[in-house]
């Protein structure tokens, strides 16, 4: 790794490890992800005070974070592409884009992001989807390792859901896979969704050969969030990037509270459980 990639790596990973709230959810053009994103500054704001390692976002709103004075802010995660698969509803035509296509580094470099993040979709009988999101990613690495900036890859298998839509699939097996083309491709980490069974996960860790966060999907039990954490941290995971399992709570800053020491005090769901009701 160039030893600029380094510089950035570092101020995403204070000891080692990271939580990352992604807020940058207003791409996916959907409505249900936008409850308890109306008020982006105020966001913005409660998550600089609760303190975690960063915050993910699109070039339109990052100026929220980076406008924000001192040196002791959360490090900026900038979002570069953006797509359908999202959406309630399946559509005739999937696609994924890089919101910009000619320079897709220069809002990441004018807004000092410390990593930048990019899709790989996989889903049923999508083929141009996959393609789309391994041509953006081979741009987007060309232009990481030109100016010195670390790309995190997301790889998502997803399957389709009854009511319409798309929805995680966490077979192992697929999950494995994908990461490990993730890793071919040049990630610098890799953001994983769970495998169904905790126990698995080290699988993933291994296949990654870098650090591995854990995405977390859609609103869930918060007591049975911080226990599915803790047990994924304890696989070799080095933190989450969680985005409407915090900010779509009534406390966020508490639920950052009990994430961060899970992540970086190694606590147990429970402790962290504990934390979070001290607010």
């Known amino acids: 790794m160039r030893v600029n990639k380094k510089v950035r790596m570092n101020r995403l990973f204070g000891n080692g490890r990271c939580l990352d709230v992604a807020i940058d959810h207003g791409v996916c053009n959907e409505p249900s992800f936008l409850v308890g994103l109306e008020d982006m500054g105020g966001v913005v704001d409660k998550l600089v005070k609760a303190g975690p390692d960063a915050i993910q ?44 296509e000619a320079e897709p580094l220069i809002g990441a470099i004018e807004m000092d992001a410390a990593c930048v993040v990019v899709n790989l979709f996989m889903l049923p009988d999508e083929p141009d989807l996959f393609k789309q999101c391994v041509q953006n990613i081979s741009r987007v690495r060309a232009d990481c390792e030109k100016y010195g ?59 990654a050969r870098c650090p591995v966060l854990v995405r977390g999907g859609g609103k ?3 007591r049975a969030v911080f226990d599915k954490s803790a047990a994924l941290m304890a696989q070799g995971a080095l933190g989450m990037v969680y985005g409407r399992n915090i900010y779509q709570h009534a406390n966020p800053s508490a639920v950052v509270r009990g994430l961060m020491a899970i992540i970086h005090d190694n606590a147990d769901g429970a402790r962290a459980w504990d934390l979070y009701n001290q607010a």
């Open 149 to 207: 900036m670390p790309l995190m890859i997301e790889p998502l298998a997803m399957l389709p859901v009854e009511q319409g839509g798309y929805m995680v699939d966490g077979d192992a097996e697929k999950i494995v896979t994908l990461t490990r083309l993730a890793r071919e491709m040049g990630a610098d980490v890799v953001k994983a969704d769970p495998t169904t069974r905790a126990e698995d996960f080290h699988r993933v860790v291994e296949a």
């Open 57 to 100: 976002m699109n070039y339109g709103q990052a100026d929220l974070l980076q406008d924000v004075p001192g040196k002791d802010k959360p490090a900026l995660v900038m979002r570069l592409d953006m797509g359908n698969p999202y959406n309630r509803i399946r559509h005739r035509a999937m696609w994924a884009v890089l919101q910009n």
């Open 220 to 222: 869930e039990d918060l």
